[in-house]
């Protein structure tokens, strides 16, 4: 047998688990549909002489440790920008940067909260953040691994001490909403922190589990280093593209344009692959990077699984709520109040929590936000390299736009786009006169450009149900499957999406660990 | 299909008459009615005795039509099934019929049932519980086409001895070449009726399968043509005397749907229900596969066993230990009965590990209430094959028409 595994998908969790298992010495092939590496992190045009990172934007959570590991700086990551600022829109005029100096001269009590307040969820995030790089413990029929991986979470939060273990196990079931109305005064600070708990999920900073969501990213940002937001020269692509080159150094064999029509089985074992061309590869191990109703329903087929497993991957909600907005602009965007630094780094609007559940509301019955959150970057402050001389690029992820809109996107997406873009310029005066070209992804196309079932970036919403140890169901949650031989290596496993890595090593890590 | 239609109100009579219920009235004299899947049904029409003797020297005739019907169809119905149940489908034969048992992904049993091949593409599934969320889910990924069909197909099972030649004498020509198992179609005067050579009984018998508008005439023609062979309609509590000489499982008597159990340890594998010969590990995945290859290879932690027990007395619910002392219970008797033909003390008990081992030591706690004073009795069970009754006249071919 040629290969020894077969990674499906060269999304940067596939390509992760690719460096990891080559490293140790497995000859691995990776294929990806698509005619370039990457998944959702990747960079490309989306108008003459403009390029985009098409759909994550931001690198915030993939750890230090991992990159120097895989050495992918001298596999030609660099970065246009690091430790970005991020900065509150305000209607007034006055963005807000989120630190607690600046926060203070605008509201002294939440000045002084917010330090307490962002140091206290890092400690929690820091208890939590083992849990992220661990291989989940089985709660039934789990052996001696598995205990342990359990009693060494409970010693991380009784180590917390009494006081902040008793806060971190109130706030956890909590909504947003009411955390952050009883820390803070302010409506653009408390919106801002909101936003970040909501981000890329499928419900509103009321909705049960958003504290959750809030400690999770924050865990993330906290294991990828202390000044985590940074923009890869060149887009996210840039991301891939190293990992790539890292992996292809280690000995592993990328094919692009190589769609895997069937994930073969025999005998109950996974076999190989089957392409949509009919070709057949073989492989003892095949690891999925596509999301977990793709590999399951799609890629396996449910003949070879159980009814109960198949009823739990079908139940997995995977919804997505987040557009994505390419303007190409002639001239730079000109927010009011806002300096270079400012318009380099990360551009929040949300300037309340209720602005946010507002925007929220309309989505439980298929409708868009009328006036929609969200989060702003314009990369060619930082890296010209993406547009022509003088000219600039605007990518927002839109939130919220139902994956399943109630008229269909045919109809919606032009309203979506005009109300994005009066969004932004309730900020950014005479923002429509600059815009040379317009793309916008709904959930729609965002599921059918990246592969992601419901145009979800986490491939599942990652809420209590669908968490560590029952991410994405129980019977696939330590990244192996009901099939001998399958695993699963995408954002659909613990610990989820964003551009963070640690579910392709974790999975890699698993498994090693089988084979050996 | 038409539907047949229950002329009053549902909030008025919120359990279901089959279409024969009109018919049975007049034989029914104790009013002993139960309940069975939303219908109402007979459990003694006049006696037990003699209806369990129409079982075993002449004709009986049980309305079968609360058995919960499905109708699977599509392209992909064989490979469905053959996913769905532990038997391998692919192997019945179009006009073949399979009894069989369906698990959960733990290998546990959901139901048992039979499996009707009406033609290529074309199931029926019969089952003692509702399925259809199951059966639904179960249809994720596969083309297949699933529906209830209960309410459209009305069903007598007509078993004993003389119940070939009762069909010959409705003019049913060649229904004794049927062998067991089969399926015959058969045209009544214009009307369609569908013949199986299956039952509860382990006894000659047929089930008949009919439009239930057709349900009523045809009921009367089939006592017309019965009389001079013993017809008599009968209720469930006769049919379940001759189940358990078949030796035949009864769900929630002998064990409980791994849907339906709440405590751990419950739930029955095919194999701890004697089930093994059900169970075909080698035509590919099926729900619950990967378990029962696990449990097989473990070893099984109780099973399902027959049982002789000395003397008379009923062995109802008993526990059963491995000594008379009863120092160590070893299982319970789920289903027990003083067998009036083969005149033995008979029952089915889930026996622990080792004990359903030929030679094992089984004692069985009998109470007996002597007008209100309970006597116990402690006495010997001795493991014993099943079934308990099989008459060559079940299997023969042609059947015996007299």
């Known amino acids: ?516 | 299909m038409q539907t047949f239609a229950n002329p009053e109100p549902h909030y008025r009579r919120p359990l279901l008459r089959t279409p024969f219920a009109g018919r049975a009235e007049p034989f029914i004299q104790t009013d002993a009615y139960i309940q069975w899947s939303g219908y109402t049904t007979v459990d003694v029409f006049s006696s037990v005795e003699q209806e369990y003797f129409a079982i075993r020297n002449a004709c009986s005739v049980y309305d079968l039509t609360p058995m919960v019907k499905y109708r699977i169809a599509g392209p992909e119905a064989e490979r469905y099934l053959n996913r769905l149940v532990t038997r391998n489908i692919a192997k019945l034969k179009p006009g073949r019929v399979a009894y069989t048992v369906w698990c959960n992904d733990a290998g546990h049993v959901i139901d048992d049932g039979t499996v009707f091949r009406l033609g290529a593409t074309e199931f029926r599934l019969c089952t003692a519980e509702r399925q259809l969320d199951w059966l639904l889910d179960s249809a994720i990924g596969f083309d297949v086409e699933i529906a209830e069909v209960t309410e459209t197909i009305a069903a007598l099972s007509l078993q004993g001895p003389t119940s070939c030649a009762v069909l010959k004498a409705l003019g049913l020509a060649g229904v004794e070449r049927l062998k067991m198992f089969d399926i015959g179609r058969f045209d009544l005067d214009g009307m369609a009726l569908t013949v199986s050579r299956t039952g509860f009984t382990g006894d000659l018998g047929y089930e008949l399968w009919m439009d239930p508008v057709q349900a009523g005439a045809f009921w009367d023609r089939l006592m017309a043509a019965g009389r001079p062979h013993g017809i008599r309609p009968i209720g469930s509590a006769a049919l379940n005397m001759a189940r358990i000489e078949a030796g035949f499982l009864q769900i929630n008597v002998d064990f409980v749907s791994a849907e339906h159990t709440i405590r751990t340890g419950r739930d029955r594998s095919p194999f701890e229900l004697g089930l093994d010969w059900l169970v075909d590990l080698g035509k590919g995945h099926f729900n619950g596969r990967r378990a029962l290859l696990a449990e097989q290879a473990r070893g099984p932690r109780r099973r399902l066993v027959g049982l002789d027990i000395e003397g008379n007395k009923p062995a109802d619910h008993a526990l059963l230990y491995a000594e008379k002392s009863g120092k160590r219970q070893i299982g319970t008797v789920s289903s027990a009965l003083w067998s009036p033909t083969c005149k033995r003390n008979l029952a089915l008990a889930m026996l622990d590990a080792p004990y359903f081992e030929k030679g094992a030591e089984i004692w069985a706690e009998i109470y007996l209430n002597r007008e209100l004073v309970w006597e116990r009795r402690m006495v010997r069970a001795h493991l014993t094959d099943r079934p308990f009754f099989a008459p060559d006249r079940r299997k023969a071919v042609p059947a015996g028409d007299r």
């Not at chain 1, 906290?222 to 020269?233: I, N």
């Open chain 1, 1 to 516: 047998m040629a290969y020894d595994c077969i990674i499906v998908g060269a999304g940067h969790n596939g390509l992760v688990c690719a460096n990891y298992l080559a490293r140790s010495g497995r000859k691995v092939l990776v294929l990806e549909a698509a005619d370039r590496v990457g998944g959702a992190a990747i960079t490309r045009d989306f108008a003459p002489g403009f390029r985009v990172s098409a759909c994550a934007h931001l690198l915030h959570q993939m750890p230090q440790a991992m990159i120097k590991e895989l050495d992918l700086a001298r596999h030609g990551l660099s970065f246009a920008a690091t430790a970005l600022p991020t900065h509150a829109l305000a209607l007034d005029g006055r963005p807000l940067r989120l630190d607690a100096r600046a926060i203070g001269l605008r509201s002294g009590a939440d000045g002084a909260a917010y330090g307490p307040f962002t140091e206290r969820l890092g400690k929690f995030a820091a208890a939590l953040l083992p849990a992220l790089q661990m291989v989940p413990p089985r709660l039934a029929n789990g052996g001696w691994s598995d205990r342990l991986g359990l009693v060494k979470l409970g010693w991380q939060i009784r180590s917390l001490g009494r006081t902040d273990m008793r806060e971190l196990l109130r706030i956890l079931g909590m909504n947003a909403y009411d955390l952050l109305e009883e820390q803070f005064e302010s409506d653009l600070v408390k919106g801002a922190l909101g936003f970040d708990a909501v981000l890329g999920s499928g419900f509103g900073p009321r909705s049960p589990g958003s504290v959750l969501t809030l400690l999770y990213r924050l865990a993330a940002q906290s294991a990828s280093g202390r000044e985590p937001l940074s923009q890869p020269q060149g887009g996210m692509g840039a991301v891939t593209d190293a990992l790539a080159a890292a992996a292809r150094a280690a000995g592993v064999e990328i094919r692009t344009g190589a769609a895997v029509a069937r994930i073969a089985v025999e005998n109950d074992k996974t076999s190989g692959v089957v392409l949509a061309d009919g070709a057949v590869i073989a492989a003892g191990t095949v690891i999925s990077n596509a999301d977990p109703r793709t590999t399951f329903l799609k890629l396996l087929g449910t003949e070879h699984l159980d009814t109960g497993f198949v009823r739990r991957i079908d139940h997995l909600r995977s919804r997505g709520l987040v557009a994505k907005l390419h303007l190409a602009l002639d001239g730079p965007p000109e927010f009011t109040g806002l300096d270079r630094v400012g318009l380099g780094g990360r551009l929040l609007v949300a300037p309340s929590l209720d602005y946010l559940e507002r925007a929220f509301n309309p989505t439980k019955y298929g409708e868009m936000s009328e006036a929609p959150a969200l989060e702003i970057t314009v990369p060619t402050v930082n890296d010209p390299s993406l547009a022509p001389a003088g000219q600039h690029v605007l990518s927002a992820l839109v939130q919220y736009a139902p994956y399943k809109f109630a008229a269909g996107w045919d109809v919606g997406k032009p309203r979506l786009t005009d109300r994005a873009i009066e969004a932004i310029e309730a900020y950014a005066p005479g923002l429509r006169r600059k815009i040379i070209a317009v793309e916008t992804l709904t959930p729609l196309d965002i599921e059918a450009e990246f592969g992601m079932t419901g145009g979800h970036w986490h491939h599942g919403e990652l809420a209590f149900d669908q968490f560590f140890m029952v991410r994405p169901v129980p019977g696939a949650a330590q990244y192996r499957t009901p099939v001998a031989g399958l695993f699963l290596c995408g954002a659909g496993s613990h610990p989820g999406g964003g551009v963070m890595g640690a579910a392709g090593r974790n999975a890699a890590r698993q498994i090693l660990k089988q084979a050996a």
